[in-house]
């Protein structure tokens, strides 16, 4: 199996009067945070099956995926490292962190990183230092910025919050959008398994997080802490 398999296999599902939407959807146009990434227009569904079909590719034929200027063979890519990753198909683990690590430019859209950052990223780093998260937290990059929050879901899965709380003080600050939302949906996500930790959280920093964060975080919660989350950032 060759990287051109899976180029040829892509094609054959792609949608051509999809791909402007989707160029909108990934705001891949001039000026935006995705400019200059070519879409084909496949299904998340297509390119999932495809993967797994592909999932025994070699590291070699992977990482020419991986450095592709199509997005969904970057995709793909990344989604066949996850299988690998899990199962220990042909590669370790190690070789398939390092290599994630490694080629975090081409890993440059918020699919492409939540797609694998907690399934790679996460699962390696759990029992280990996660110092190499808060410096892709203070990264200029926005999306090594995505991977250390995104990263963080694995050990929130296991009701483990200290670092995704550490990474989300790093961020609270930042200027991006997609981060916003990044930090928010993690902090949600504690939420749902520890309410107590995230209000925590929220009463000492909901002030100084932007809007679309801090609505992202209170989502789910009931209209009268909803409100008075909102009312207390309006306050200052």
Same mark, same amino acid.
């Given at each position: 199996?060759?990287?051109?398999?899976?180029? *040829?296999?892509?094609?054959?599902?792609?949608?051509?009067?999809?791909?402007?939407?989707?160029?909108?959807? &990934? $705001?891949?146009?001039? %000026?935006?945070?995705?400019?200059?990434?070519?879409?084909?227009?496949?299904?998340?569904? #297509?390119?999932? $099956?495809?993967?797994?079909?592909?999932?025994?590719?070699?590291?070699?034929?992977?990482?020419?995926?991986?450095?592709?200027?199509?997005?969904?063979?970057?995709?793909?890519?990344?989604?066949?490292?996850?299988?690998? &990753?899990?199962? %220990?198909?042909?590669?370790?683990?190690?070789?398939?962190?390092?290599?994630?690590?490694?080629?975090?430019?081409?890993?440059?859209? +918020?699919?492409?990183?939540?797609?694998?950052?907690?399934?790679?990223?996460?699962?390696?780093?759990?029992?280990?230092?996660? *110092?190499?998260?808060?410096?892709?937290?203070?990264?200029? #990059?926005? +999306?090594?910025?995505?991977?250390?929050?995104?990263?963080?879901?694995?050990?929130? *899965?296991?009701? *483990? &919050?200290?670092?995704?709380?550490?990474?989300?003080?790093?961020?609270?600050?930042?200027?991006?959008?997609?981060?916003?939302?990044?930090?928010? +949906?993690?902090?949600?996500?504690? %939420?749902?398994? #520890?309410?107590?930790?995230?209000?925590?959280?929220?009463?000492?920093?909901?002030?100084?997080?932007?809007?679309?964060?801090?609505?992202?975080?209170?989502?789910? &919660?009931?209209?009268?802490?909803?409100?008075?989350?909102?009312?207390?950032?309006?306050?200052?």
């Amino acid at each position: 199996m060759k990287a051109k398999d899976v180029q *040829k296999s892509l094609r054959s599902v792609a949608r051509p009067d999809r791909v402007e939407q989707l160029q909108r959807f &990934f $705001k891949s146009g001039p %000026g935006e945070y995705a400019e200059g990434d070519i879409l084909i227009g496949v299904y998340v569904p #297509d390119a999932r $099956k495809i993967a797994s079909e592909f999932k025994t590719l070699s590291i070699t034929e992977i990482k020419k995926l991986l450095k592709s200027k199509i997005h969904e063979e970057r995709f793909v890519a990344l989604l066949i490292l996850v299988d690998q &990753f899990k199962i %220990g198909i042909r590669n370790d683990q190690e070789t398939i962190y390092n290599l994630y690590l490694d080629n975090t430019k081409y890993i440059n859209n +918020w699919d492409l990183v939540d797609a694998s950052a907690h399934l790679i990223v996460g699962p390696f780093l759990e029992g280990k230092s996660k *110092k190499i998260l808060e410096e892709l937290a203070k990264s200029e #990059d926005l +999306w090594k910025r995505r991977i250390a929050m995104m990263a963080t879901f694995h050990e929130i *899965k296991k009701s *483990k &919050f200290k670092t995704a709380l550490k990474i989300a003080k790093i961020l609270l600050n930042d200027s991006h959008d997609l981060i916003h939302k990044s930090v928010g +949906w993690m902090l949600r996500e504690i %939420g749902k398994r #520890d309410l107590e930790t995230e209000e925590q959280f929220l009463e000492k920093h909901s002030t100084k997080m932007p809007r679309t964060m801090l609505r992202y975080a209170i989502e789910r &919660f009931p209209k009268e802490k909803y409100r008075y989350f909102l009312e207390k950032k309006q306050s200052k």
